[in-house]
């Protein structure tokens, strides 16, 4: 298939700004694959198309403030520093994508300061890896607990660029979903932050099972695709992880016929990454470039649930290898001319 097979026209006035005032009433369109019948809901309704053995799979992963802002040695010039990972912990050096990338050279040093101006933490560009990406050295005394608190203290929520606001502090709560653990991403995985605590103790007590996995998601997530034929394009590779725990769970599910429900492409993305040739999943850690689109056979969640996903990208094309490209795109029609919200903070869909 090809990339302009997947455009549409996305008013911006739909791009969700922020959150719904409460996890699990934001919008629920259900579309189901059998039928082609699309139903209008409010999300907590989603409990009643699962039942005691079902088997939902989440993305554990926990977001770290990644956006910082410095200035420059000498100029104090401000600079935005993107943390995206962690290359040497006792040498605290970092890949990062610094803006403006033209300012930034190999040895110069950045000074980052706490709200009152005081200077608390100072990095050194130590390589160039890409035109914006560089590689830092942040040089700081103290314990490794001491200088994750300040980088977090530092530290902003990586909204993504599509929302056209700063940061704000309801965005440390609300950018993370309610079961986050394990801290590595720079982005959420944004199916999940519809999951409330209520509605999931509702699910367990109904015999709901939870299989939870952990990929790290990464800025790729974001990359536009530049090339019309997609077996041309290339994922950035994400680190997963995915439990023994969770692969029994999940094939017990599967085993006796109840649904696998795949909480968001990055769940779905990690279980397809990590196939039996048994068609079972199995426990696995590592890194996954993996790039679904259509034809492709699911070997392993049989629901999901997603959000709405902008025009040409990796995650709406997925979607459509999920629920058929045809079906997708007249209920992505549907949802542009019942205004539903797009996009981290917009609604959700359930594809069954």
Not at 218 to 233: A, N, Y
């Amino acid at each position: 298939m090809k990339l302009s097979q997947f455009d549409f026209d996305l008013p911006r006035k739909l791009i969700a700004e922020y959150p719904s005032e409460n996890r699990d009433e934001s919008r629920l369109m259900v579309v189901n694959r059998a039928t082609g019948k699309i139903e209008h809901k409010i999300f907590k309704d989603v409990l009643s198309y699962f039942k005691d053995g079902d088997c939902m799979i989440l993305n554990n992963t926990k977001v770290f403030p990644a956006r910082m802002y410095g200035r420059k040695e000498k100029t104090g010039a401000k600079i935005e520093v993107f943390l995206l990972r962690e290359l040497n912990q006792e040498m605290r050096l970092w890949d990062v994508l610094v803006d403006p990338a033209r300012k930034i050279r190999v040895g110069n040093k950045l000074y980052f300061s706490d709200e009152k101006d005081n200077d608390i933490l100072v990095a050194e560009v130590v390589d160039n890896t890409t035109s914006r990406g560089r590689t830092i050295r942040f040089l700081f005394d103290g314990s490794d607990e001491e200088f994750r608190a300040v980088l977090s203290s530092l530290g902003m929520t990586p909204l993504p660029k599509y929302i056209s606001r700063e940061a704000e502090e309801l965005d440390r709560e609300r950018y993370q979903t309610v079961y986050a653990k394990e801290t590595g991403a720079v982005a959420a995985p944004t199916a999940g932050l519809h999951m409330s605590r209520e509605l999931m103790k509702r699910m367990e007590i109904k015999g709901v099972q939870f299989a939870e996995l952990t990929l790290h998601v990464g800025l790729g997530t974001f990359r536009t695709i530049d090339v019309e034929d997609l077996s041309k394009h290339k994922m950035d590779a994400e680190y997963f992880r995915i439990s023994q725990d969770a692969a029994d769970k999940v094939n017990k599910a599967k085993a006796t016929n109840h649904k696998v429900c795949a909480i968001g492409t990055t769940s779905m993305r990690s279980v397809e990454s990590s196939v039996s040739a048994e068609g079972l999943l199995k426990a696995t850690e590592g890194w996954t470039n993996k790039f679904i689109y259509p034809p492709y056979d699911f070997s392993i969640a049989s629901s999901m649930i997603t959000n709405f996903h902008l025009p040409k990208s990796s995650l709406i094309i997925m979607i459509s290898a999920f629920g058929g490209h045809d079906l997708i795109m007249k209920a992505y029609e549907e949802a542009v001319k019942n205004e539903y919200r797009f996009y981290s903070y917009g609604d959700a869909m359930l594809i069954l």
